[in-house]
């Protein structure tokens, strides 16, 4: 007793392919591009007889189908070599006189790079009586097929087009409603032929069908119209010119099918047979008006499947539009570039936003005195939570950015919110085990003014530096903990760590999610590691090192070769060549040095021709600004070290209190305050630092009091203005615009 695969050595040999195409009762037929027959089986010399016996041909045609067969051979060769297949009937005269009737299958011969490079031709004798029967249950088959693997619109019905053109039918128009519209969407023809202009309305035109005519009494029955001959009968022309051209290409049938769905009339299938094709009937009848509408059926439900698709892939894309930033600041010394792409949705799948939405993000923050933040993010997976989670944070992180606090606090601040906005779950004992999200940042701050970059990163890819036309990734030496995992009891400012580099002028950074460099595998089925598409992006990437940030940004999208499997963001940013202007200078916390003050900040302005009137406005709030910073340091002291001991008191002579590190002059010294002034485009920042760790507010003056207006009068006619702490102690700073608003 033998099982199933258990063959003998006598077997195998009479199941090796050679033998198997010598015995096999269906012929077997190959060519190449151009036609020329490359191999036949004996079976198929018993059909069509010896090849080439009559004469010296050895193309396809040379396989004896008969004359009035040939240009439908042609085209259909046409159809394989362009990737599709092929099922039909033709009439064979053979070498001996006797005719017969041959069902043929063509499919494209693929050559292992993937290119077509022949044809293989499998062929039977079929009976007359089944032969449009089976041709036309074929081509149904093989159009739900096709039609089962598309999601977009325009992709379904370009696809109807081609299996039914030249198939079934010399034209193939399929118009869809748009309001209360009718849209043409394709227009297909045979042989490459097109309508001249001004006859048949192109793709795009609005159709208009007049009273009576038989596609607009489809749409108005919603059923199939046959129009068998139309030679026995007239119907109303859209158009003169549209009648003429019927009568120069023969048009001789048509059938015009609505294409309804779950109620709905969604547009419409138009077929059309003419004396562009040798046919052996050139005329459709009741059987194949029936066949269009099932037709008609299948690609209704693929049309609206795919509107569906579009309408939800338009919500995911409107979605993730509106959560990311509508527009990028004009910031001064810093160019700004950005990318943001969906990933390619999954065939298998078949649903946009669960696919297509993620959690990536970017983001550019003003922040004080011409300062920036940069953030680029990535939330764990993919579709609307990802999104959503995005969102929140994005939001939570450009209201911590105003505090102006140091990257690493930010994220600190960051890593907290993660957690809270969790969603809530509870085990059977009603213990929490919410999960909160994991989530890659960097956040980044730059001031141009100095070049200084000062970032914190939490679990995210280093950016990538393009200077001297070279790409390398920026060295950053502490990594911290994704976004909500941290461990527990580990506090955050132990996790981030914030560091600092100064940016060569003109150099570049891209920043980026790893959708970027994630790729899905190839036609080999081998998905490449994300080393090897790093190092291909720097390839890229160093040849435009040098290239304004629009083409930079644009480089990095195309780099990578494959589809992306994840949704993709790109920041580019340049600092500028250029240095911007800043002056600078410290003074004795002194009342006389007020007018200093102001006076230095008279002659920058009036250096860096600013109007008058601003300029006259900028020096009145820093005499303001200035005043209160003096006031307040005659009240406060100077911050002191503390020197803690552990263990009993000392015994010491307070007359020789004399303790390594604490000299007398850094307690009593005397205090400072430094003015920084910048001039950007479009505004003056001013920038007033002392060593007082109070910020300042605004407070209500009473009717009597001689003070206690100057933050009032700063907020009231500045743009902005704001406080910030620093290591020594805060920095008040406002900005005046120098245009006229």
Known sequence: M??????????????????????????????????????????????????????????????????????????????VLKGGVWEGTFDVRRPDGTIVYVRAQAVPLRHPDGSVSGIVITAREALRSNEREKDRFGLLERIGERLAGSLYVEETLKRVAEMLVPQFADHCFIELMEGDRLVRRVSQHVQGWTPPPGTWKPVGAEIRYPYGHYADTAMRRQETILVED????????????????CGEVGMTSAIVAPLCVRGETLGQLYLGLSNLTDRRSPHYDAFDRDFVGAIATRVALAIDNALLFEEERHTAESFQKHLLPRALPQLDGLQIAVRYYPAAPLASHGQGIQTQVGGDWYDVIPLSAGRVGIVIGDVEGRGAKAAAIMGQLRAALRAFAQDDKSPADILARLDEWTRIIATPEKDDQGADISVPPIVTCQYLVYDAWSRTL?????????????????????DIEEVGQPLGVRAKGLHADLVYKEETRVLPPGAALLLYTDGLVDRRPGRDGRMPTDAETLGVLREKLAKVADADVERVAEAATVAVPGEIDDDMAILVVRSSTDDLDVEERTFPAQPIMVGEARRMASEAFDGWNVPEERAELACLLVSEVVTNVVLHAASTSVPRRELMIDGPALAFDDESWDVPGFEEEEIVGEKEFTLRLRRGDEAVWVEVFDQDLRLPRIRSAGENDEGGRGLYLVDQLARRWGSRPTREGKAVWFEIPTRSR
Not at 26 to 51: C, H, I, Q, S
């Open 2 to 79: 033998k099982r199933w695969g258990d063959l003998s050595e006598d077997a195998v040999d009479h199941l090796a392919a050679s033998s198997v195409l010598d015995h096999a009762e269906m012929a077997v037929v190959v060519t190449d591009r151009f036609g020329n027959l490359l191999y036949w089986n004996p079976f198929a010399e018993k059909l069509f007889g010896r090849p080439g016996a009559s004469s010296r041909d050895a193309s396809a045609l040379a396989l004896s189908f008969m004359e009035k067969d040939h240009p439908l051979a042609v085209e259909l060769s046409k159809h």
């Open 230 to 245: 139309f030679a026995a009968g007239g119907f109303p022309a859209p158009s003169e010119d549209s009648a003429k051209l």
């Open 454 to 474: 000062s970032f914190a990163n939490a679990g995210h890819a280093p950016p990538l530096l393009l200077v001297d036309g070279q790409c390398l990734e920026l």
